[in-house]
Structure formats: structure tokens, C-alpha cells
């Protein structure tokens, strides 16, 4: 019997310094995108958004951008912590913020140096 193996190249993410998010006010419907850089907090009305990784796929492998963001929500006064994790811009469902008013979703990593 021979044996056949199918070898498959192991998925590599460089790091990038800031992450491109889409962001929906479901009240309005309004759209917006904007940047925030790694270990910086941006806002998006009531939420604050902290970055802590981006990472993306070099361009010969399969498209993939994830980014680690924390989500603080202050509509009710003290900051309550929304949403921890990882969010994938090919896969935006698997791990989506659950908000009543907001989406939040990543579109890409990027640096600002290289725009």
C-alpha cells in the first residue's frame, strides 16, 4: 500500500502597525472607516476601541487580515468591556462584536508608512 500525503503550507501573518476597521451606526445607517494604530484607542460613538495586534497575510498566500481588539461601551457612564478578541476581515461572522447600536469590523492591516 502506498501512503499519500498532501502537504500544505503553513499560513504565515506578518505584523502590521495599524488596523483599517468598518463601522455602521444600525440607528442611522450610517457608514463610516477609519484607522486606529496598534496599542492606540480610537473612538466610535460610545465605543472605545484598543488595538493590540494586526496582522496580515503576505501577498502570495491566501488574503487574510486579523486583528486583537478590545471594545469598551460607555453609553451607561463606567466603560464595560463589549467585546475581547480576534477579528478576521475574510470571516467577519465567526467573531463579531454583539452591540445593540454598533458594528465594528476589520477590513485590513496596514502601516501608515507604506500607504
Do not use: N
Not at 502537504?7 to 451606526?25: K, S
Not at 484607522?35 to 484598543?50: R, W
Amino acid at each position: 500500500m502506498i501512503a499519500s500525503y498532501r502537504a500544505e503550507a503553513e499560513q504565515v501573518f506578518e505584523d502590521h502597525d495599524t488596523v483599517l476597521l468598518g463601522g455602521m451606526e444600525k440607528v442611522t445607517g450610517h457608514a463610516f472607516v477609519f484607522a486606529i494604530g496598534v496599542s492606540d484607542t480610537g473612538s466610535f460613538g460610545t465605543l472605545q476601541v484598543t488595538v493590540r495586534a494586526c496582522r496580515k497575510t503576505p501577498p502570495w498566500q491566501t488574503p487574510e487580515s486579523a486583528s486583537f481588539l478590545e471594545i469598551r461601551d460607555s453609553r451607561s457612564g463606567d466603560p464595560e468591556e463589549v467585546f475581547s478578541g480576534w477579528m478576521f476581515a475574510g470571516t467577519p461572522g465567526v467573531s463579531a462584536l454583539e452591540h445593540p447600536v454598533y458594528d465594528i469590523w476589520v477590513l485590513d492591516c496596514i502601516d501608515r508608512g507604506r500607504q
